[in-house]
């Protein structure tokens, strides 16, 4: 089956990306390339990933958005993850997954303001 | 949820099946929103080690009672290789994957009963309960 791919959105310097629907191992791959190509293609200073569909973060895709942050943060770019389910960010922690490089917020509107204060505080994109 | 419910596991996407199928199991046994996240984060783990270490096996979720507590089970069962030492799989951050070993650590965590039997070459049954509150 092919694996679907979920959209990139850019909006100035920003890559905004909403998951609508429960991954598979292989479309979650499949993101974590498309995102990272978008990054190195647009010089993205942030990306902002809404979780707010997923009622399920298990330790693949936890160990996905930590790999994710880490890499987007060698290309000097931030990452903000919006929209985690309160049940979704409990089960993280007691599954034992923390995500120390990764900035939340609440909804994509506070992820998209807090984006804008990071990358202004940080001029030159540098983490 | 008089009968229990199995699906088969053979690839990625028959993870999400299974643990589609025992959240909405919790959810019909009466498990509220946080139990039912952790229940189906257990399973997708059980599942992918299935997948990964197994290539096939199966999950069934079942209501059980216990002196009138309610809850639900779950066993995943394979004919992979079995595991030889559990204590050290139960230990977080072993694998031989390169994952993070957290999969059945967390999954113990995040259930109330958790049992592995296994044999080396015949396979793992993992079983584990979570209690309704
Ligand atoms: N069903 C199974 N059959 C055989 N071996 C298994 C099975 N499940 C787990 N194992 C072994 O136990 C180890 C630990 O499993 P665990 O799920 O905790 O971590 P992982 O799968 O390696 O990484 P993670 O789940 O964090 O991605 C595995 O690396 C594997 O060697
Ligand atoms: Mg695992």
Redesign the interface.
Known sequence: ?DSLRIPILKIGDILIASIQV?????SAVQFKDDLLQKIHDTRARGVIIDLTAL??????IG?LIADIAAMAGLMGTRVVLTGL????A??LV????ELPRVLTALNLEKGLSMMQRLTEENGDGAV | MAQSKTAVIRSDLDIVIARTMARDAAKALGFGAIDQARIATAVSELARNIFLYAGTGTVTVKEVEKNTRKGIEIVCEDQGPGITNIDLVMQDGYSTSRGMGMGLPGAKRLMDDFSIRSQEGVGTTITCRKWRT
């Open positions: 089956m429960a991954l598979h191992d292989a009622d399920v973060v298990d330790s693949f160990r389910q309160p049940a979704v409990i089960t007691e599954l034992g997954l």
